[in-house]
Nanobody, 126 residues
Framework: QVQLVESGGGLVQAGGSLRLSCAASGRTFSSLIMGWFRQAPGKEREFVAAISRNGGSTYYANSVKGRFTISRTNAKSTVYLQMSSLKPEDTAVYYC???????????????????WGQGTQVTVSS
């Protein structure tokens, strides 16, 4: 069983930055593909970014490409989401997720992720 705990959310003005962190435990972190998803009120959960096990490959939703950066430190069992140039439409609960399978393809769909954190609220004011 993998436990995921997010931190770093908060209230920020449009154009500002935030860094989210997600600490994992319960399994060797380097065996996990990691992703970030978000869910705004009244909307479906959507993919934001994902990173391969060794951090060598990253993937982004078009809506955040060029503004958000996903990274990981396997020695600290932590994945990060650096968010810059934030917009009001980025307001959502952000979830960290882990794919515990042995697939080699990084997934962008929530169904492929086995473990989820509780989420952290990000609010961007205009």
């Amino acid at each position: 069983q993998v436990q995921l705990v997010e931190s770093g959310g908060g209230l920020v003005q449009a154009g500002g930055s935030l860094r989210l962190s997600c600490a994992a435990s319960g399994r060797t972190f380097s065996s996990l593909i990691m992703g970030w998803f978000r869910q705004a009120p009244g909307k479906e959960r959507e993919f934001v970014a994902a990173i391969s096990r060794n951090g060598g490959s990253t993937y982004y939703a078009n809506s955040v490409k060029g503004r958000f950066t996903i990274s990981r430190t396997n020695a600290k069992s932590t994945v990060y989401l650096q968010m810059s140039s934030l917009k009001p439409e980025d307001t959502a609960v952000y979830y960290c997720a882990a794919d515990g399978s042995w697939r080699t393809v990084v997934a962008a769909t929530s169904a492929e992720y086995d473990y989820w954190g509780q989420g952290t609220q990000v609010t961007v004011s205009s």
